[in-house]
């Protein structure tokens, strides 16, 4: 006889047992009631923020405001609208001011208890439940292609519906009722699940952002919903294999130190799927330590787009909007739950910039740490993020120079080396360009993307044809265009297999240097660019040097484009102005959209061209020519009929006939504008003369300024250690270096 048969042998005691079976179930019930919330934020985390709104502090006056919005917006009728349009139409608006009403209202009710914010919450999604399994694919969903939505013209939106709704829903699940909660759940979360995962196979599996929201939404909604399957799915792709899912695109869309390959534009944007779901990872299987995976690849994901950035701007490469900044609510939400984490002091001062407290454990951790006093210096670095899963697809490279690390110092300048990989669908055709950015501003320009964000009359928000015919095409970035024809001649499968090579990068007090070289952006050309950017110790100048070889095996034209912001000053040569009548600089690949406005064919020597920038400084940039080159001047416009294009301008350097060239300049920001107390300083260049010298092994570059003083940068080709000694003569006197490279003033 068995235990449970001897205790059971009279019905008084097979009662008890009932009874207390009873019970354990109930309590099993309650305990799972009492799960909730449990993604982002936990019970504990709502214990401490219930008693945090009553107290004075930052925490408490974002509850109050986020308390009055929510309110404001409950005064007006619950609209759930059937999908009608596109990016930045009135549908797709309210569909998304709906998932953050939701999810601030879910929030409100676990705060203060008060039942009419999960009544919101409870009706409006009952209208979804209504609303969905009516649905097909959506009206205005892009021709051909493979990843429509529902609710939204694209899956992407509606995985980011998902990933807010369900924690709403979370936040709200122990004030439904079983029917209520069968309703939501049968009529909108599986339905929506299953149309972003089984019903989309090709968008799910895919390793790219969109994969990331979608494979994010469906594990968090099966954490909330107890279906193990859906999380293990989300992970490791639909049949489990591993080939795809969260934890793949972990492995391949970051390098080691946690750049991603999109560029910092997408990777602010799919920052939010990944550390949302790591989250929630570690809330319901901490077993799994995903914030320890892959030597903590999503912690260095957070901390990698903080450097993405320069005065609180993202650095604007690939398909990028140019008005995204470190205060956008993705990093804020990174930045929140990286300090939870870590406690990193230093988080705290980009938590000051954004300027936003979320309603989170995590937020209640920043707001306290700030209220309290705790931020430290963020400290800003030049650094080469390796790109590609390996980090050895080449680079991308950020050289600072700054009197302080704080994130909006204005004195700080910065340039941005781009010898990366192409990233993916939303890469541009522009291996080794740069960008150069001083006081503030960006000087020397890259155009972004050709979008009007979420403003419909404008292609209904979506990236412009013109992304396309100039946005991506290499003559519209600071890189060496060739026979007027793009890099891999702008096919995307050839630009994705191949990549520069990095080949060196120095980080000292003086001298940030860095080069690249790729043999596959043309057949049989080889482009290698090095770029430095030098302080003058004694001269209190910075500048940057640029030498950009080009050999061929053939003859070709080479064309070297400067785009740049502000006003055009003077030259010093002449030029040839199209005052009155002008026309497109070429008919395809990005040429079709310049107007040519003059052209010049400055003399063997030095050319300069000045410009002067709203911040109130002056730049020149100084060039060796050849006698036989030529410098033209465009303005992006030229057959754009629904002026989709900013009219920016550029300075082209141009040599035709040629199979070997060196482009070597100068950059020197110099001088003072001051419209409003009417003063003008140092508006003309201090460099009166270039002169390169090239050998085997060692680059040379002199500069020799107004005043008579000199000094020499010269550096190895290839990356050598500190000990390697190196010669080259120069002017008829030979000089000695030790490592990669040397910076020299030249006494006379």
């Known amino acids: 006889m068995n235990y449970f048969t001897r205790i059971t042998s009279s019905p008084k005691q097979i009662l008890a047992v009932v009874v207390f079976l009873t019970l354990l179930v109930l309590a099993f019930s309650i305990k799972a009631e009492s799960e909730s919330p449990r993604l982002v934020s936990t019970q504990d985390d709502i214990a401490e923020m219930r008693l945090a709104i009553e107290k004075p502090g930052s925490f408490k006056t974002k509850f109050e405001q986020q308390k009055r919005s929510v309110d404001k917006q409950m005064e007006q009728a619950i609209t759930v609208p059937v999908p009608a349009d596109g990016g930045g139409g009135y549908t797709h608006e309210r569909h998304k001011k709906n998932y953050k009403l939701m999810y601030q209202a879910g929030m409100l009710f676990q705060l203060t208890q008060d039942k009419k914010y999960a009544d919101l919450v409870r009706d409006m999604l009952l209208q979804y439940a209504d609303l969905y399994p009516?649905?097909?694919?959506?009206?205005?969903?892009?021709?051909?292609?493979?990843?429509?939505?529902?609710?939204?013209?694209?899956?992407l939106n509606e995985a980011v519906w998902l990933v807010y709704s369900i924690q709403a829903y979370d936040f709200v699940l122990p004030n439904l009722t079983e029917k209520e909660i069968t309703k939501i759940e049968q009529g909108i979360f599986r339905p929506i699940v299953k149309f972003l995962s089984v019903d989309s196979p090709a968008t799910f599996n895919k390793v790219h952002n969109h994969g990331t929201w979608l494979t994010s939404g469906v594990g968090m909604a099966g954490y909330v919903l107890n279906e193990p399957e859906w999380v293990e799915q989300a992970l490791y792709d639909l049949d489990k294999s591993g080939k795809g899912g969260f934890l793949k695109q972990l492995d391949e869309l970051f390098s080691p130190q946690g750049y991603y390959n999109e560029g910092p534009y997408y990777q602010r944007y799919a920052l939010m799927p990944f550390i949302t779901f790591a989250k929630a990872i570690e809330t319901n299987e901490p077993e799994r330590k995903i914030f320890e995976y892959r030597d903590?690849?999503?912690?260095?994901?957070?901390?990698?787009?903080?450097?993405?950035?320069?005065?609180?701007?993202?650095?604007?490469?690939?398909?990028?909007?140019?008005?995204?900044?470190?205060d956008t609510i993705e990093l804020v939400n990174g930045v929140t739950i990286a300090y939870g984490l870590t406690g990193d002091t230093g988080l705290l001062e980009i938590a000051q910039i954004q300027d936003q407290i979320i309603l989170t454990g995590d937020g209640l951790k920043v707001a306290q740490a700030l209220d309290a006093g705790k931020a430290t210096p963020y400290e800003f670095e030049s650094v080469a993020f390796g790109d590609g899963a390996d980090g050895t697809q080449g680079a991308l490279v950020i050289m600072r120079q700054a009197s302080s690390n704080k994130a909006t110092e204005t004195d700080s300048q910065a340039v941005l080396f781009k010898p990366a990989a192409q990233g993916l669908g939303h890469g541009h055709f522009d291996k080794l360009t740069w960008q150069f950015y001083d006081k503030g501003a960006e000087i020397v320009s890259d155009y972004g993307a050709a979008r009007f964000l979420n403003v419909e009359a404008k292609y209904g928000g979506r990236y412009l044809p013109e992304n396309k015919t100039y946005a991506k095409q290499t003559i519209s970035h600071n890189t060496v265009v060739v026979d007027e024809r793009s890099h891999f001649d702008a096919n995307l499968e050839k630009g994705n297999a191949n990549h520069p090579e990095h080949l060196f990068f120095v980080n000292d007090k003086n001298v940030k240097l860095s080069s690249a070289t790729i043999d596959s952006a043309y057949e049989g050309v080889e482009l290698t660019r090095t770029l430095a950017l030098i302080n003058l110790p004694e001269q209190d100048q910075t500048l940057v040097i640029d030498v950009f070889d080009v050999n061929s095996k053939k003859q070709h034209q080479f064309d070297l484009p400067v785009h740049y912001q502000g006003q055009f000053i003077d030259s010093n040569f002449a030029l040839n102005a199209n005052d009155k009548t002008m026309s497109a600089l070429g008919n395809e690949n990005g040429y079709q959209h310049l107007w040519l406005k003059a052209q010049a064919t400055p003399d063997a020597g030095l050319a300069r061209v000045t410009w002067l920038h709203d911040n109130g400084r002056f730049y020149t940039q100084s060039s060796i020519e050849t006698g036989d080159s030529q410098i033209l001047f465009t303005q992006i416009g030229a057959?754009?009929?629904?002026?989709?294009?900013?009219?920016?301008?550029?300075?082209?350097?141009?040599?035709?006939?040629?199979?070997?060239?060196?482009?070597?300049?100068?950059?020197?920001?110099?001088?003072?504008?001051?419209?409003?107390?009417?003063?003008?300083?140092?508006?003309?260049?201090?460099?009166?003369?270039?002169?390169?010298?090239?050998?085997?092994?060692?680059?040379?570059?002199?500069?020799?300024?107004?005043?008579?003083?000199?000094?020499?940068?010269?550096?190895?080709?290839?990356?050598?250690?500190?000990?390697?000694?190196?010669?080259?003569?120069?002017?008829?006197?030979?000089?000695?270096?030790?490592?990669q490279y040397l910076l020299q003033k030249i006494t006379k």
């Open 639 to 739: 057959n754009d009929p629904n002026f989709n294009l900013r009219n920016e301008n550029a300075f082209i350097h141009r040599v035709k006939n040629t199979k070997k060239h060196s482009f070597i300049s100068v950059l020197e920001p110099h001088g003072e504008y001051n419209p409003s107390k009417e003063f003008t300083i140092s508006a003309t260049s201090k460099v009166s003369g270039l002169a390169h010298v090239d050998n085997d092994n060692v680059t040379a570059v002199l500069i020799t300024f107004l005043d008579g003083k000199e000094w020499v940068l010269a550096y190895n080709k290839q990356s050598v250690t500190k000990t390697k000694k190196s010669e080259f003569s120069l002017k008829g006197k030979k000089y000695k270096f030790s490592g």
């Open 296 to 326: 903590g690849i999503v912690l260095k994901a957070i901390t990698t787009t903080i450097q993405l950035s320069y005065n609180g701007l993202f650095f604007p490469i690939n398909d990028a909007i140019k008005s995204k900044g470190i």
């Open 134 to 155: 009516t649905l097909d694919v959506h009206p205005k969903r892009k021709a051909g292609a493979n990843n429509p939505g529902k609710l939204f013209w694209q899956s």
